[in-house]
T-cell receptor, first 112, second 112 residues
Framework: QKEVEQNSGPLSVPEGAIASLNCTYS??????FFWYRQYSGKSPELIMS????GDKEDGRFTAQLNKASQYVSLLIRDSQPSDSATYLC????????????FGQGTRLTINP | SAVISQKPSRDICQRGTSLTIQCQVD?????MFWYRQQPGQSLTLIAT?????????ESGFVIDKFPISRPNLTFSTLTVSNMSPEDSSIYLC?????????FGPGTRLTVL
């Protein structure tokens, strides 16, 4: 059984600072990693996908993957109050997004 | 990404009854999934909806409780049968496109 672990938070960050969200996974053969953002009462929205070791940047978001340490993170630069949401880490054992296993999510609050 | 709609968006049901949730996608997709998100929890995969064949259920979920139909490549239904208060959750359908998974808006079910 694959497991995905996240710090449930809540994580509180001042506006303009960097928010760092972390995720570890237990299945060494995992190949695909995703970060979703979920606002209260809404469905998850895909923010980032990452498949290779290293960093992947998209605007204010950077995903970092270290397969040796079984660790994936999401950095949000210049945090805005609109970034306040629950962030879900999701992992798949094969290339692509089939049958994702989700972490419990980290609740992030950006304080103005 | 595909546009996904679900009906109903929310419902309040009596225990012992059944509810069928519809998921419609604006383009043909091969892979379609159903998830459950219990209050304050993360997402758990219920089953993969296979077009033209029986759904594939995850551990802990059975066809008698959650029958699924997938008559074509743009539509699926999930029925929650013989409901109890423990079935109160958000039910989400999702599709895979370009190796990424996208979620519908969800159906918020409350069982009294």
């Amino acid at each position: 059984q694959k497991e995905v672990e996240q710090n449930s938070g809540p994580l509180s960050v001042p506006e303009g600072a960097i928010a760092s969200l972390n995720c570890t996974y237990s299945d060494r053969v995992s190949q695909s990693f995703f970060w979703y953002r979920q606002y209260s009462g809404k469905s998850p929205e895909l923010i980032m996908s990452i498949y290779s070791n290293g960093d992947k940047e998209d605007g204010r978001f950077t995903a970092q993957l270290n397969k040796a340490s079984q660790y994936v993170s999401l950095l949000i630069r210049d945090s805005q109050p609109s970034d306040s949401a629950t962030y879900l880490c999701a992992v798949n054992g094969i290339q692509g997004a089939q049958k994702l296993v989700f972490g419990q999510g980290t609740r992030l609050t950006i304080n103005p | 990404s595909a546009v996904i709609s679900q009906k109903p968006s929310r419902d309040i049901c009596q225990r012992g009854t059944s509810l069928t949730i519809q998921c419609q996608v604006d383009s043909q997709v091969t892979m379609m999934f159903w998830y459950r998100q219990q209050p304050g929890q993360s997402l758990t995969l219920i089953a993969t909806a296979n077009q033209g064949s029986e759904a594939t259920y995850e551990s802990g979920f059975v066809i008698d409780k959650f029958p699924i139909s997938r008559p074509n490549l743009t539509f699926s239904t999930l029925t929650v049968s013989n409901m109890s208060p423990e079935d109160s959750s958000i039910y989400l359908c999702s599709v895979v496109g370009s190796n990424e998974q996208f979620f519908g808006p969800g159906t918020r079910l409350t069982v009294l």
